[in-house]
């Protein structure tokens, strides 16, 4: 089945600077990629996702770039701000199979 | 439009009674997933669910966990008997039909046994 390795494991970052999560998905039928956000003691929720028939979708200080012949993809932000410390999932769904997910990545933004 | 809501939010027991988590997912949602999240690590699948067929359930312990959505609505997890390693927090999700769509989360169902 499909594998999902996140790295890093944790992040810290200065506010304002930018942060780089990455991902690599094993199965090459993998289409979707999304990426979620999981604030202390909250549901995860979809920042963004990418499909695979697109190389980069921005929205804001968000983006996601996927590179499909290496299997990887990765989430910037820019402008880091407080509010962005949280837990960051990514993910790999086949068609409308399940989501298989990283094992996060916590994000601290130091002010 | 309300959200993917679960029931009971905590739940604390002993080892080896049972127990029961509630999820009721978005009105029209038909893919509904069951969710276990250790601390500090990522969602992992328990069950899949296409209306009432539950279409992935290789990774749900059978020996002990059991889930049901009758009428392809609501769902149940329950787990009997419990040990203490199944402390964690059971996640439910839903997500409209077709391939690539946004899975909605529950909050959470954090199940601590003693």
């Known amino acids: 089945g499909e594998n999902v390795e996140q790295h890093p494991s944790t992040l810290s970052v200065q506010e304002g600077d930018s942060a780089v999560i990455k991902c690599t998905y094993s199965?090459?039928?993998?289409?979707?990629f999304p990426w979620y956000k999981q604030e202390l003691g909250k549901r995860p929720q979809l920042i963004i996702d990418?499909?695979?028939?697109?190389g980069e979708k921005k929205d804001q200080r968000i983006a996601v770039t996927l590179n499909k012949t290496a299997k990887h993809f990765s989430l910037h932000i820019t402008e880091t701000q407080p509010e962005d410390s949280a837990v960051y999932f990514c993910?790999?769904?086949?068609?409308?199979?399940?989501?298989?997910f990283g094992t996060g990545t916590r994000l601290t933004i130091i002010p | 439009e309300a959200g993917v809501v679960q029931s009971p939010r905590y739940k604390i027991i002993e080892k080896k009674q049972p127990v029961a988590f509630w999820c009721n997912p978005i009105?029209?949602?038909?893919?509904l997933y069951w969710y276990l999240q250790n601390l500090g690590q990522g969602p992992e699948l328990l069950i899949r669910?296409?209306?009432?067929?539950?279409?992935?359930d290789s990774q749900l312990p059978k020996d002990r966990f059991s889930a049901e959505r009758l009428k392809g609505v609501d769902s149940t997890l329950k787990i009997q008997p419990a040990e203490l390693g199944d402390s964690a927090v059971y996640l439910c999700?839903?997500?409209?039909?077709?391939?690539?769509?946004?899975?909605?989360f529950g909050q959470g169902t954090r199940l601590t046994v003693v």
């Open positions: 669910y296409e209306n009432e067929e539950a279409v992935d």
């Open positions: 993910a790999a769904q086949i068609g409308n199979e399940k989501l298989t």
């Open positions: 990418i499909r695979s028939n697109v």
């Open positions: 009105s029209g949602h038909n893919t």
């Open positions: 999700a839903s997500s409209s039909d077709g391939p690539n769509t946004e899975a909605f």
């Open positions: 199965d090459s039928a993998s289409n979707y």
